[in-house]
């Protein structure tokens, strides 16, 4: 099993649709968990780090679960921009920030 | 601020060539480490570094050394490259070894053994 797993997808929404992705580690001692953002032929970049109560920033919400181990992105508002590959990521119990393989979203107009 | 600088943005190899690929960093960063990325497998650890003179293996290691002789370089090198090596290389630092904090990457290295 990897430690990281999320739906490939692609995630093909419409402009103003909301979208939800999660993702599930199996490492119970994980510390930190975050979200970061792949453009196409870019270099991954933090979107936000998830926190145990849950946070928002703008149109995005993260949530964590730790009873289930998993955490998940949900994105209000679609827009043409938001389309890229959404990586979910954790660290902190091992020295090792460990990827998922990634969640593409492409928003229609 | 220059962040996290990797060079070359791009590279042919033949298989059997060997090669160092450069990373730094100017923000004082304790960790750092080497990612590949292959198509539907995302990025995979090869080595990283909790801080100068302190190395260790990530996930893919086989066929890739690494040192760390001060805070800001920790270069990446192919012993004798194979076309398995073909690949998006990412080098990524953080202020922190407990990975609390943000990972900065540099802009990838395209490599293409033949």
């Known amino acids: 099993r990897k430690e990281v797993e999320q739906d490939p997808g692609p995630f093909n929404v419409p402009e103003g649709a909301t979208v939800a992705f999660n993702c599930t580690y199996s490492?119970?001692?994980?510390?930190?968990f975050f979200w970061y953002r792949q453009d196409c032929r870019k270099e991954p970049k933090l979107l936000m780090s998830?926190?145990?109560s849950g946070n928002e920033d703008g149109r995005f919400t993260a949530q964590l679960n730790r009873a289930s181990q998993y955490i998940s992105l949900l994105i209000r508002d679609s827009k043409l921009s938001d389309s890229a590959t959404y990586l979910c990521v954790n660290g902190g119990a091992t020295n090792k920030l460990i990827f998922g393989t990634g969640t593409l979203l492409a928003v229609q107009p | 601020n220059a962040g996290v600088t990797q060079t070359p943005k791009f590279q042919v190899l033949k298989t059997g060539q060997s090669m160092t690929l450069q990373c730094a960093q100017d923000m004082n960063h304790e960790y750092m480490s080497w990612y590949r990325q292959d198509p539907g497998m995302g990025l995979r650890l090869i080595h990283y570094s909790v801080g100068a003179g302190i190395t260790d293996q990530g996930e893919v290691p086989n066929g890739y050394n690494v040192s760390r002789s001060t805070t800001e370089d920790f270069p990446l090198r192919l012993l004798s490259a194979a076309p398995s090596q073909t690949s998006v290389y990412f080098c990524?630092?953080?202020?922190?070894?407990?990975?609390?904090?943000?990972?900065?990457f540099g802009q990838g290295t395209r490599l293409t053994v033949v």
């Open positions: 490492n119970s001692a994980s510390q930190s």
């Open positions: 998830v926190y145990s």
């Open positions: 990524a630092s953080s202020y922190s070894v407990r990975l609390n904090t943000e990972a900065f």
